[in-house]
């Protein structure tokens, strides 16, 4: 029996199986909805309680990686050595080997929060992060030296991310709205700790502080690692000079240099023992 004119019509198509319906720019308050909707359903069956954000760039190398970069650098130079762009490319990649030990600390931060709180099926303070490389990465597989369960809210993005190996599968996201993924990332968050980054880097972290200046969050802890790198990264003492925040906002986050300094923080903010 072939179809009808009638049955294979677009207007037949049940409206929930219509996937060019569900494109329409009219259907975006239902897509918000269904983005948030199926996250948190599985969060909720998943048993995740709280969560820990660790942000930071996707470019961050181990420093193995970081080691084989310079080489190779270091040789195309040698090659061109009054090649002003291949001397620009040998400085980023000895700034790169410089931050690869974040991927180590971010690893360790990763392995010592989920072997801390993920015990007799509790699912605290459970690790996610962008789901993509770098130090995202190292967040997922730090949760995953322990067995322990980590989260990866991956995003839409012109040059395609591929969800890094670490994630715990059944909590492996993708969205297509930053805004929904933002509103995961800090909805059961009860810290935000973040390593050297770029752009987005600064967007969750600027966003993340300006919701508790607002108080439109509260008792989420920010840690920044490294302090040497984020003062003079960012001169916060002049956004006081200048009268565009108050002292007091200064002490919306805290420093730490290593996983363990981080995770103890954390641990006094929210009194664990």
Known sequence: MTDSPQSSSPSYTRADSDSDFLQRDELRAARLQLEWLKSELIHQEEGIESTIVVFGSARLLETEAAQDKLHHAE?????????????????????QLSLAPYYDEAREFGRLVSSACQLQGRCEYVVVTGGGPGIME?????????????????????????PNPYITPSLCFKFRYFALRKMHFL???????????GF????????????????????????LIGKAYWEDLINWKKFVEFGLISPDDLSLFHYAETAREAWELISREHQRT
């Open 75 to 95: 040789q195309e130079l040698a090659q061109s050595p009054h090649d002003s762009e291949k001397s620009r490319v040998v400085q980023i990649a000895k700034n």
């Open 138 to 162: 190292a967040g997922n597989r730090g949760a995953a030296d322990v067995g322990a369960k980590s989260i990866g809210l991956n995003v839409d993005l012109p040059f395609e991310q591929t």
């Open 187 to 197: 909805y059961r968050a009860k810290a935000l700790v973040v390593f050297p980054g």
């Open 200 to 223: 987005g880097t600064m967007d969750e972290l600027f966003e993340t502080l300006t919701l508790l200046q607002t108080g439109k969050v509260k008792d989420v802890s920010v840690i």
